[in-house]
Every structure is written in structure tokens, then in C-alpha cells.
């Protein structure tokens, strides 16, 4: 009796946890840039923005600045590397901070020195990204928005660099620059010379197109700014 007992809490434990997600299906909405919004982009290093953005990059060149945090070394290259894909994407607004690399999380108070009062959607590499500097950006940007003035509709947008996304709620078609993307991944000379991030990059965002019937796509989590100060505020970073 006692066996059964437990036998039936259990499946009913079981059904309220799964059920929810066995039934549910989210289906990705496609992300279109409106006329008069301006969106950031925010790369820890540079070469993350033509990685994660540099289809959305190269579709709206006009709507879109970035910003790329550090370096990545402490010589020039990578500062080069970085100017020359924004100009070849069509950037017009863009600069590279000095922040130390591989210790981001320890600079707030220059990372506070940039304006987010103007953005109708910001977007930094995902949350559970699997390398530190992108995990900080979360953290700074969490403790920006809580001590300046950004618009009430602010979106927060994650991109996928080394992690992928669970579950995306948008996608961008990048199918008409998918090339042009590949040849912005690889100004990044320095970087693509021991890995082929191009084609593993461009390969996903195939994979990613196959939800859609699309050559190729870039997946974007989306949030409101009460939805990212929510999430950030509930997990603890091993940084």
C-alpha cells in the first residue's frame, strides 16, 4: 500500500514537472529591425560580434553600433582585425574599450561610462556562455541598467557564441549575407588561424534554418529589461 502510495506522488510529481514541456513547443518569431530604432551590440572580444551578430550586422549596418570591450591581447592586431570587419560590415558607429581581458567582471566603472539611454535593444552573448568574459557582460550591464537611464522598452538580446541558446524565441534570416558573414568571421585572421570558427558558424546557423525551411538564420533570446534583471538576479556566476 505504502509502495503504491509513493508509486502515484511520484507520477504525479513526474507529470506537473514534464508535462508542461513535453506539450509545449516554442516557435521562434523572425526579428525585423524597425525604422528609427538603434540597437548595441556588445562583444567581449573582438571577433564575438561577426561570430553571434555579423549576418544582423551586415543586414542593418545603419541601425546597429558596437562596442567591443577588450583587446583580447595586449598588442594591436586584434584591435586591427576588429576595425576592419565593422568597416567591411558597413558599421558606421563603433570602438573598442580597454578593459582587461579575461577579467571584464572588475570593470564597472568603465563599463558604466557607456550610453544605453538611446537603444531599443542591446544585445551581449548568452547568459550560460561558456567563458567568463561573456558571463560578465550579463553582470556589468545588470548593474548599468539598475543605476542609468535606458528606455522603459528596452530588450536584451543574448547571442550564441561558444554556447548555443536552449530555446530562441527569434531568429534573424541572414540567408542574403551568410557569405558575407563567413568573410567578416575571417578578418579575424589572428583567431581563424587555429580554428575554423566560418564554417562552424555558419553550419549552425544552417542547422538553425531548418526550424524555418531557411538556408540560414541567427538565434536570439530576447528579453525585457524587468525579464534580464530577473534572470541575472537569481544566479550566482562562478567567474
Known sequence: MKTTFIKLIYKQLINRIYNPF???NIKPMEFIPKEGEKYLVIAPHPDDESIGCGGI?????????VICLTHGKDDDI????????????????FKMLDLPDK??????????LIDISLYDTIFIPYIFDQHKDHKA?????????????????????????WSTINMPQYYVNISPVANKKKEMINIHK???ASKNYAD?????????GLLKNIDAVEAFSILSVDEFLKLVSKLIFDI
Open 190 to 192: 589572428s583567431q581563424v
Open 137 to 161: 557582460v550579463s553582470l556589468l550591464l545588470s548593474e548599468k541598467i539598475k543605476k542609468s537611464d535606458c528606455k522603459k522598452s528596452l530588450k536584451i538580446a543574448f547571442y550564441e557564441v
Open 22 to 24: 513535453l506539450y509545449t
Open 103 to 112: 577579467n571584464i567582471i572588475n570593470s564597472q566603472k568603465d563599463f558604466n
Open 200 to 208: 562552424k558558424i555558419i553550419g549552425l546557423n544552417s542547422y538553425r
Open 57 to 65: 550586422i551586415s543586414l542593418y549596418p545603419d541601425f546597429i553600433d
Open 78 to 93: 586584434r584591435k586591427e582585425e576588429f576595425y576592419n570587419a565593422m568597416n567591411f560590415a558597413g558599421v558606421k558607429n
